[in-house]
């Protein structure tokens, strides 16, 4: 048997942020959602030590100092600027990022985007 990918994920990650593409928006932080989904450089992981994969405290560490030391305007640029990070100091290939602002409208339970990264 030989493992062809192998994925660590973080769901639904909710984290305060200064977001909006409106001042008012910016004033207060929003909760947004979280999700990244990263797939590992090297898919066959054969000890059981932590080195040898990806510590997902270490994606979610990433992620609450960004969206606490920065303002966006857009999803998009958090997902971006999350993204520029998570690739540059982990083994990750590539990622699935998703943001959400949940109940932002009254008629659905959120809206968001997903963005795909690649080394």
Same mark, same amino acid.
């Given at each position: 048997?030989?493992? +062809? !990918?192998?994925?660590?994920? #973080?769901?639904?990650? !909710? #984290?305060?942020?200064?977001? $909006?593409?409106? /001042?008012? =928006?910016?004033?207060?932080?929003?909760?947004?959602?979280?999700?990244?989904?990263? %797939?590992?450089?090297?898919?066959?992981?054969? !000890?059981?030590?932590?080195?040898? @994969?990806?510590?997902?405290? =270490?994606?979610?560490?990433?992620?609450?100092?960004? #969206? $606490?030391?920065?303002? *966006?305007?857009?999803? =998009?640029?958090?997902? %971006? +600027?999350? /993204?520029?990070?998570?690739?540059?100091? +982990?083994?990750?290939?590539?990622?699935?990022?998703?943001? =959400?602002?949940?109940?932002? *409208? @009254?008629?659905? %339970? /959120?809206? $968001?985007? %997903?963005?795909?990264? +690649?080394?």
């Amino acid at each position: 048997m030989k493992c +062809t !990918s192998t994925h660590i994920m #973080v769901t639904r990650l !909710s #984290v305060a942020c200064h977001i $909006g593409c409106r /001042a008012n =928006e910016r004033k207060h932080p929003q909760t947004i959602h979280v999700s990244i989904d990263c %797939e590992l450089t090297k898919p066959e992981i054969i !000890s059981d030590k932590l080195s040898d @994969s990806l510590d997902y405290a =270490e994606i979610v560490d990433m992620v609450q100092r960004i #969206v $606490g030391n920065q303002t *966006f305007h857009l999803l =998009e640029k958090l997902a %971006e +600027t999350i /993204a520029k990070t998570v690739l540059s100091k +982990t083994r990750v290939r590539q990622l699935v990022i998703r943001c =959400e602002k949940p109940f932002k *409208f @009254s008629a659905c %339970e /959120a809206v $968001g985007i %997903e963005r795909h990264f +690649t080394k």
